[in-house]
């Protein structure tokens, strides 16, 4: 059973501090991603990686950094967390073009 | 600017009737589609997903169907059921993009019995 981990359902931090959020996927998949949803916004795309240590900037990379120093683990940095921030977050790994994405169950950081 | 549109917030449909989700994009180069479903406080899970070679692929009650030349998908649900009451994302993806998908703002199924 393929399975994708973010490491905190929920979170509460306060303004200014460096959040972590952490994803682990267990499917050996060269491509991680991290999205953010908010209402009437879908899915965004902060950041990708398809390869160890390699990363790409997606649509709303701003306030953000990521980190993947191995193949099976994603992490997302809010550099200084702002409550323009509070978002659901979710990791997501796919093998390929043509397969579908595996999703994390989401992390709800709430930023006060 | 958003490639991938899904212009109808919310769907009402009746238990048993058939539910019709729509989906726009714009992107020519989009040669992968797929289907998501939300529940709250989960993470997507797939439903189902089409080539652009195709124009229709089925699986169960799920059906989605492509017309590349107006740049629309849809998705059916034939009969619906109280459980496919969530948000569903229609989400593509071109070819040399390292598989990220482009999302839609999703739709809002409410199944009432």
């Known amino acids: 059973d393929v399975k994708v981990t973010q490491s905190s359902r929920y979170l509460v931090k306060r303004t200014g501090e460096k959040v972590f959020l952490e994803c682990v996927q267990d499917m050996d998949h060269e491509n991680m991603f991290w999205y953010r949803q908010d209402p009437g916004l879908g899915l965004r795309l902060i950041y990708f990686?398809?390869?160890?240590?390699?990363?790409e900037k997606g649509d709303i990379p701003e306030g953000y950094s990521v980190s993947r120093e191995k193949k099976e683990r994603f992490s997302l940095i809010l550099e200084s967390a702002s409550t323009n921030q509070t978002s659901m977050y979710l990791c997501?790994?796919?093998?390929?073009?043509?397969?579908?994405?595996?999703f994390g169950q989401g992390t709800r950081l709430t930023v006060v | 600017d958003q490639q991938v549109k899904q212009n109808s917030p919310s769907l009402s449909v009746q238990e048993g009737r058939i539910s019709i989700l729509n989906c726009d994009y714009t992107n020519s180069m989009f040669d992968y589609f797929l289907w998501y479903k939300k529940y709250p406080a989960e993470g997507p899970t797939f439903l189902i997903s089409?080539?652009?070679?195709?124009d229709k692929n089925e699986d169960g009650r799920f059906t989605v169907f492509l017309n590349k030349s107006a740049k629309h998908l849809s998705l059916h649900i034939v009969p619906s059921q109280p459980g496919d009451s969530a948000v569903y994302f229609c989400a593509a993806s071109e070819g040399d993009s390292w598989g990220k998908l482009q999302f839609g703002a999703g739709t809002q199924v409410v199944v009432t019995p």
């Open positions: 990686s398809y390869d160890v240590k390699m990363k």
């Open positions: 997501a790994s796919r093998r390929g073009q043509t397969t579908e994405a595996f």
């Open positions: 089409i080539s652009s070679i195709k």
